[in-house]
């Protein structure tokens, strides 16, 4: 492997109104949308195409009214409304599911049962950006980060209907499985301190390395905050990004040639959306990559307008 010099993104990115507002809501757009798709799995099992008819409709409206806009109060209070609404009709619906199916469709039930907490975390982080604007900056311990970090890869694994499985210990990886090690430190006291939109950002490049390389891979987070910086690394051993296509991959909606053909629920939008939020905050984010061993994404944010 020869040694690959990291490339600093420096270009402007060409974003109108609707496409900030699309960069803003991507992370709810896409529960809704793996949502929408565990409805589906969960109809296909049941045999009934109607089984979940209504909450597919309101989660599809939803996911549409609010695609090109910002996310107002209202619909806030519409997706918080989603919990109890969706997990009634999925709780009736699989009451007395087909005795050969019964596995199957407790797991999808328990993915959706998932997603939906997920979302619940999502609309919290809408209401305070609502109520304390997109500017402030939270306090966390690097525990509470490492736990809502698990917490949220859990739930991937969930989605996967099997497909994979996610360890934090080594010793259990195999070629079913993700390693993911996550580290999150400070030297300013007892707390990192980041955005609403810096830690959406973290799930997104997480959830690109993850879906980017193998199961039997490694998906690693290195988080650390300084007087001057918080510093970010996320890096996987996944199939790279070609060396043509580094700086392209954060224009809006754009991924790798090699990419193309990987299934995806997102709109490629996830390297945007780091590199949107980064240069707002007024840091600086470079890629290091090599086809087919490995994408290292570094993200630096000033502290001084915290």
Known sequence: MRYILPMEITKQLSLDATRGQILNNHSVLNVLN?????????????DNEKALLDSYR?????ASSVVKRAISPEDTQKIKALHSNI???VYGATENPPEVMRNSVKEIVQTIEKIVEVLDVRVDELVKQNEQGQDTW????PSQLYDEFIDYLKAV????????SIVENISLKNDHSYFVDLKFATSLGEYIYMPLL?????????????????????????????EEYLRIVVEDNGRGIP???????????VRANNSLSKKSYGGGFGLTKAYYITKKFGGRMWIESELNYFTRIKVLIPLENK
């Open 34 to 46: 793996i949502l929408q798709y565990n409805f589906l799995r969960l109809s296909n099992k049941l």
């Open 198 to 226: 810096v830690k959406d950002v973290l799930r997104d490049l997480i959830s690109n390395a993850r879906k980017y390389t193998d199961p039997g891979g490694n998906i690693l987070l290195g988080v650390c905050q300084d």
């Open 87 to 89: 997990l009634s009709e």
């Open 243 to 253: 060396e043509e296509s580094i700086e392209s991959v954060v224009d809006f909606g």
């Open 58 to 62: 309101l989660v599809q409206e939803l």
């Open 157 to 164: 694994e969930k989605n996967s209907g099997g497909a994979y």
């Open 138 to 141: 939270y306090a966390y311990t």
